[in-house]
T-cell receptor, first 113, second 112 residues
Framework: DVKVTQSSRYLVKRTGEKVFLECVQD?????MFWYRQDPGLGLRLIYF???????EKGDIPEGYSVSREKKERFSLILESASTNQTSMYLC????????????FGEGSWLTVV | SQKIEQNSEALNIQEGKTATLTCNYT??????LQWYRQDPGRGPVFLLL?????KEKRKERLKVTFDTTLKQSLFHITASQPADSATYLC???????????FGTGTRLKVLA
C-alpha cells in the first residue's frame, strides 16, 4: 500500500516562527502536493511538485514555500507563521498523469498562537 | 472562475437506504472526476475515478455517474451502513495540468 507520512500530527507555534512540515512517500511517485483544509473552504492547493527541485504555485502560495530535494520528500515551509495559517495541512502524492489517484497523508494540525 | 458545489448540509439517512450525494460544477469541462472519503481528523481516501466518456462506474456498493451535459456527478451508496458515515469529497482535474480542484464535501450520517 502507498504510504504518505507527515512528520508531525499536531504542532503549536508562535507568530513569527519559521515552521517546517515534512512529508515522505514510499511509492516513487513523481507528483507531490501540499493542501490546507479549512471548514467551509475545503481543500486548497498551496504548492505542487512534479519532479525533484521542480515546483508550481497552487491557489494560495502566499506565505509559504516548498522544497523537494529528493523524490520521496516534500517539505512545506512557513517563513514567518501567522495566526491565519492555523489550519490542517495535508500532503499528498500521485503518479504522473491526470488520471491517477491522489494519496493523502493523515494531516498535520498547525496552531499558530 | 471554476466552481465545484457539494451540498454543505449534512445528509442523514436510515441504515439500509441508498445515499445519494451530488457534485455540481460550473465554468469547467473536466476529463476526470474522483470521489474521496474523509473521516474526521484524517486525510481523504480515494474511492472511485470516472472519465468524461463514462456514464457510470461501480465498485461494490458504490456507484458514480458523470453527466457532462448537466455538469454533475452523483455518488450513490446502496444498502448504507453506519460505518459509511463520513465526509465525501468530489475532485475534478484541471485539464492539461496535474492539479485537481476539490469540493468542500458533504457529510453523510447513516443512522442505525
Amino acid at each position: 500500500d502507498v504510504k504518505v507520512t507527515q512528520s508531525s500530527r499536531y504542532l503549536v507555534k508562535r507568530t513569527g516562527e519559521k515552521v517546517f512540515l515534512e512529508c515522505v512517500q514510499d511509492m516513487d511517485h513523481e507528483n507531490m502536493f501540499w493542501y490546507r483544509q479549512d471548514p467551509g473552504l475545503g481543500l486548497r492547493l498551496i504548492y505542487f511538485s512534479y519532479d525533484v527541485k521542480m515546483k508550481e504555485k497552487g491557489d494560495i502560495p502566499e506565505g509559504y514555500s516548498v522544497s523537494r530535494e529528493k523524490k520521496e520528500r516534500f517539505s512545506l515551509i512557513l517563513e514567518s507563521a501567522s495566526t491565519n495559517q492555523t489550519s490542517m495541512y495535508l500532503c499528498a502524492s500521485s503518479l504522473s498523469g491526470v488520471r491517477n489517484t491522489i494519496y493523502f497523508g493523515e494531516g498535520s494540525w498547525l496552531t499558530v498562537v | 472562475s471554476q466552481k465545484i458545489e457539494q451540498n454543505s448540509e449534512a445528509l442523514n439517512i436510515q441504515e439500509g437506504k441508498t445515499a445519494t450525494l451530488t457534485c455540481n460544477y460550473t465554468n469547467y469541462s473536466p476529463a476526470y472526476l474522483q470521489w474521496y472519503r474523509q473521516d474526521p481528523g484524517r486525510g481523504p481516501v480515494f474511492l472511485l475515478l470516472i472519465r468524461e466518456n463514462e456514464k457510470e462506474k461501480r465498485k461494490e456498493r458504490l456507484k458514480v455517474t458523470f453527466d457532462t451535459t448537466l455538469k454533475q456527478s452523483l455518488f450513490h451508496i446502496t444498502a448504507s451502513q453506519p460505518a459509511d458515515s463520513a465526509t465525501y469529497l468530489c475532485a475534478l482535474d484541471t485539464f492539461g495540468t496535474y492539479k485537481y480542484i476539490f469540493g468542500t464535501g458533504t457529510r453523510l450520517k447513516v443512522l442505525a
